[in-house]
């Protein structure tokens, strides 16, 4: 099994995370960011990554910290899951309705991480959660987890599906990059020999 865990501890948040990226979508999230939450469990629902989030930050001050380091600390569980990246797949895409809303999210598990965000939403709070801070978890995974990640929300009206779409798409994407190639399961996935750089 390709698993890892991950503990950061800093004066504004204490953050456990545990993946295990050949498991069938298991999660336990405690963020104290009711929508966060929400969104995790769907990450690791369509991505058959099992995860464990237990995070506790300076939720008295704002939801910053932390979104952005659950996003640090599960990218950072994720590529230690994923070792040298031998056999795996690289490159997932997915295409993802909800209702009114459609977005593309497309991913190379190349080690150079790098974000295209191509997000627009209309409010600035969806529950008590700022609409910004989801661009900035988006940023902080892509970085740990070594993606280069493109997301693009092509239309849509509601901010909520806009967001779940965009996460749904990701765990989509990443579910089919980190899933071991059959024909190619002993080398890596690069005419250079090695991911990165």
Not at 46 to 68: K, W
Not at 84 to 94: H, L, N, V
Not at 116 to 130: A, C
């Amino acid at each position: 099994m390709r698993s890892a865990s991950v503990e950061r501890n800093t004066k504004e948040t204490r953050i456990r995370v545990a993946v295990n990226l050949d498991g069938s979508g298991m999660s336990e999230i405690s963020t104290g960011i009711g929508f966060l939450d929400h969104m995790l469990e769907q990450l690791s629902r369509h991505s058959l990554i099992d995860l464990t989030v237990a995070a506790e930050g300076d939720l008295h001050i704002d939801m910053h910290h932390t979104t952005e380091d659950t996003g640090i600390v599960i990218g950072q569980a994720v590529s230690k899951a994923l070792g040298d990246r031998k056999g795996i797949t690289r490159y997932g895409d997915a295409l993802i309705p909800m209702d009114e809303t459609l977005t593309r999210v497309a991913l190379d598990a190349s080690n150079r991480p790098y974000l295209i965000w191509k997000v627009t939403l209309s409010r600035p709070k969806l529950g008590e959660m700022d609409t910004e801070l989801f661009k900035e978890w988006f940023q902080a995974f892509a970085q740990q987890a070594g993606l280069t990640l493109h997301v693009e929300n092509l239309y849509g009206e509601n901010n909520h599906h806009i967001v779940e779409s965009c996460f749904k798409g990701l765990a989509r994407a990443l579910r089919t990059a980190v899933e071991i190639d059959p024909r190619k399961s002993d080398a890596v996935p690069s005419t250079k020999g090695v991911l990165g750089g």
